[in-house]
């Protein structure tokens, strides 16, 4: 359900929120210490724990956007001379790599070409060279609209001994996502993609092994802020003291937006994302468009389209935005100006949305 007056926002993100949740952004301050607030950060903590489908207890959010969820399991997890693999097939394996080169941490990749997902047996080989301290991978690659498969590249890491590390920003409550049963030793997300809440807070979990590694860290966290040894004093034990600030209102939104989740449970969540995905993929190929990835691998909830040449992909948007009040989103790097990427994220997952956008879009062109 969005707001009359709002901008339809179907592009990579933030999507639209629900009405509850901007209300519950409104409601009188409290302090961040105040035991409400805590029963509050309790609440939060344990719905993330089941979208999450972990029984992880270092489960929170980081007072950040996605991007910090992503240094935080970094930062946290590597040490000055450590080595990471990252498996890179877009623009946010491309951002791992450089926080990993800046934790003074020895990069491998392995690499994919955009719009394809990464193959486990390069996963296998790259194994086969090096002994990495942490795998990470994108769930849910927003620049080019890939659906990793997680599964099998899980097994390998466990059996090398590596962490497992997974970019679940965009997957995160829009596609199926086990961190326990996949084996997933940190994840993080983003609250302004599937879980519709305003931007600006990360929910991230560590796993046993992965707060072991932490515990077990011989030089501190490089960053002050995001050092979960200090955090987690904040978020959970007998004495909950003074970290930082947080972000009250947002938190108040998190909490609601994670409740609209567990009213709707997350398998009606997830088939909801489908639906919506086919629908607008019916719709775009009885226009002629055509997807950038192949069948099998395409995020239901960020549909990269190719453009034919004879559209004119900076005109259009402007006149969806404008004329039309929905916003889409532009090609990234390689693909600017060649594709563009629809985002059916949470509240904008519904046939209203899809029907609004193909509409508009049917005018324009
Ligand atoms: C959006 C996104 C991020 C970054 O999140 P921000 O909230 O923009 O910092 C990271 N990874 C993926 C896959 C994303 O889609």
């Known amino acids: ?30 302090g961040h210490l105040d035991p409400d607030f805590l029963e509050i950060m309790a609440d939060i903590k344990e719905m993330l724990q089941k979208a ?55 990069l491998k990749r392995v690499d994919a070409p955009w719009g394809e997902p990464i193959d486990p047996d390069q996963v296998k080989r790259a194994l086969e060279e090096c002994q990495p301290k942490l795998v990470a991978i994108v769930h849910a690659e927003t620049s080019t609209g890939v659906l990793q498969p997680l599964e099998e590249i899980s097994k ?32 993080y997300s983003g609250s302004q993609k599937c879980l519709s809440a305003p931007p600006g807070l990360s929910p991230v979990s560590f796993s046993e092994r992965a707060v072991e590694a932490l515990n077990q860290r011989k030089t501190k966290v490089q960053s002050w802020f995001l050092d979960l040894s200090l955090v987690r004093n904040y978020w959970q034990g007998a004495q909950r003291t003074y970290h930082h600030t947080a972000p009250i209102s947002s938190m108040f939104a998190l909490k609601e ?33 055509e997807f950038l990835v192949r069948e099998g691998f395409r995020l239901p909830m960020l549909n990269a389209i190719k453009l034919p040449e004879m559209i004119d992909d ?22 600017a100006g060649k594709v563009w990427r629809i985002g059916l994220m949470g509240e904008n997952a519904r046939p209203q949305a899809v029907d609004q956008f193909l509409s508009s879009l049917k005018q324009i062109i």
């Open 1 to 30: 359900m969005i707001q009359n007056n709002a901008k339809l926002l179907m592009g990579p993100g933030p999507s639209n929120a629900h009405p509850r949740v901007l209300n519950a952004m409104s409601a009188p301050l409290v």
């Open 52 to 106: 999450f489908q972990t029984q992880n207890q270092l489960t929170f959010a980081v007072s950040a956007p996605g991007s910090a969820g992503m240094e935080t399991c970094l930062v946290n997890l590597l040490e000055p001379g450590d080595e990471a693999l990252i498996c890179v097939h877009g623009v946010f394996g491309n951002r791992m790599s450089d926080i990993v080169e800046r934790c003074g941490a020895r």
């Open 156 to 187: 390998l890491v466990k059996d090398s001994g590596a962490l497992f590390v997974v970019d679940a920003v965009t997957s995160f409550c829009g596609v199926t996502l086990k961190v326990d049963e996949w084996g997933i030793d940190a994840v």
């Open 257 to 289: 937006a994670l409740t609209l989740v567990m009213e709707e449970g997350l398998e009606p969540r997830f088939a909801r994302h489908w639906e919506s995905h086919e629908l607008l993929k019916e719709g775009m190929e009885s226009l002629g468009f």
């Open 314 to 335: 900076k005109s259009i948007r402007q006149r969806l935005l404008v004329e039309h009040r929905i916003e889409i989103g532009a090609g990234l790097g390689d693909f």
